[in-house]
């Protein structure tokens, strides 16, 4: 266990036994077997050919044949980091989630860095939004916290996902570009996409470059629930602070940093962990009263909206510090399986239509990506406390259950698992009232595309407005189709004319005095028409 300044905790000693060190060992084969010559196949004579009989050169070249798992559907390249986290203060009055309620517990945490449209090799340094992932391994089970560097995403509605993923990544033809960067699919699809407005005054600006994992803030995106021992519910936005601030590089210096170093950031944090300067961040919430739900100009429920901080402020209320660095890559950083559906009683959903659709993505494509059921048996999904349930068998089963019997209710078996009330730990949904009609629709309290996005453009200095405008001038200059370039030109000026007359001057375009019907084609059927009669300037 021994790295060096590096901290051991409840979770690194839970995956000791999983490890190996073969350090001055005998090299074995998969079955135990001592190896005398791992170099040489066997041959009929030197001059060979090759024996179909050489178990050996077999068993080597077929596991090797099999190393490659499928790279995660959305951020493939990340990186990770263990550490601990504590809680300041008891939240018990909002939450009964016992590892925010001890102030003496440190729970042991797995964070992931991720950029999100690029492939597992691709350059740290993309323009994109980064994954800010953290698994909290508590006394009542895993509890992950599955956000971005940024505090809205793109859409509103789960469903719209595929189509955004599809655009963002490469396009499907020739597989250009890597990065998030740049392409008629992406602006073709913002351009028909209002909701877009603000996250991507967010991607614009220099919050999409930053100059380490260390000096990002990260956000829950959604509006979720606390629930208190007595019952009673808040909302809460969940902030992570950097204590090492928010700073970012300029866009040439990203693309000098890419050219010469596309591991920069895993570099950067895999380096300071190991010299012992280790990253911190502060936990912030923003907590709701129920009764105060209604009380806002936009939806809470809507994920591309912030709760401005001067409305509700941040408290912060715990600290988090990454202290050791993976073993294995592969094993860890690669195998662990993120999902916003792992909590623990105390935390709850709000009915926020992207969160809602996360419930389901995740544990699914997991199934493919990690081959079966039984991926929450590998050591770094394991919850440092025990599981009993009667899910069983499937590929790769690693445990080994005893008893008769697999099944409740059952009165035959003396092994069977017994449901936990709440008093026991047990997790009971929040009973929230719901009367309502089944629609397939968007409420129209999501419907103010503009206002915030507006608000954070105008919350940025002169240089980061510059860096904002010169990052659209640059990437809508990389845009071929006309069409989508004064589609853009008329969203932009639903946020701020000035901004759209600069774009429009640096891409030698007028703005459109409004949508004709080439520019109008393909507005998507669920769009309100109110929201596209005001694409007119
Ligand atoms: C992966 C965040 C929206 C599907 C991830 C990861 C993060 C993340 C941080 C990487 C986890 C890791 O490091 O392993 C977010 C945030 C969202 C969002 C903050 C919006 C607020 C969505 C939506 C869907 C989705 C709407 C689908 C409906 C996925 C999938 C993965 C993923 C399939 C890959 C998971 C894996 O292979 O383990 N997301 N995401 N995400 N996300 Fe999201």
Sequence with gaps: LDKGVQPANLKTENLAPHTADATGELMTTNTGLKINDDQNSLKAGDRGPTLLEDF????????????????RVVHARGSGAHGVFKVYESLAPVTKALFLNDTETETPVFVRFSTVAGSRGSTDLARDVRGFAVRFYTEEGNFDLVGNNMPVFFIQDAIKFPDLIHAVKPEPDNEIPQAASAHDTFWDFISLTPE?????????????????????????????????????????????????????VAWDEAQNISGKDPDFHRRDLWDAIDSGAFPEWELGVQIVPEEDEFKFEFDLLDPTKIIPEELVPVQRVGKMTLNRNPDNFFAETEQIAFHLGHVVPGIDFSNDPLLQGRLFSYTDTQLTRLGGPNFQEIPINRPIVP?????????????INKGKTSYSPNAIGNNDPRQATAAEGGFVTYPERI??????????????????????LNSQSEPEKNHLTDALCFELGKVKTVAIRQRMLVFLAQIDKGLAAEVAYALGLHIPEKLDNELNQNIPADADPADYASLQV
Aim: hydrophobic share 40%; net charge positive; no cysteine.
């Design 196 to 248: 877009s407005a603000h996250m991507i005054m967010w991607v614009m600006s220099d919050r999409a470059i930053p100059r380490s994992y260390r000096m990002m803030e990260g956000f829950g995106v959604h509006t979720f629930r606390l629930v208190n021992a007595e019952g009673l519910s808040s909302f809460v936005k969940f902030h992570w602070k950097p204590l090492l601030g928010v700073h970012s």
């Design 435 to 456: 009367s309502a009609s089944k629609v397939r629709a968007r409420s129209k309290s999501f419907f103010d595309h503009f206002s915030q996005a507006r608000l954070f």
């Design 56 to 71: 050996i050169l077999r068993e080597k070249i077929t596991h090797f044949d099999h190393e490659r798992i499928p790279e």
């Design 387 to 399: 599981v009993h349930n009667n899910q069983r068998d499937g590929f790769m089963r690693q445990t």
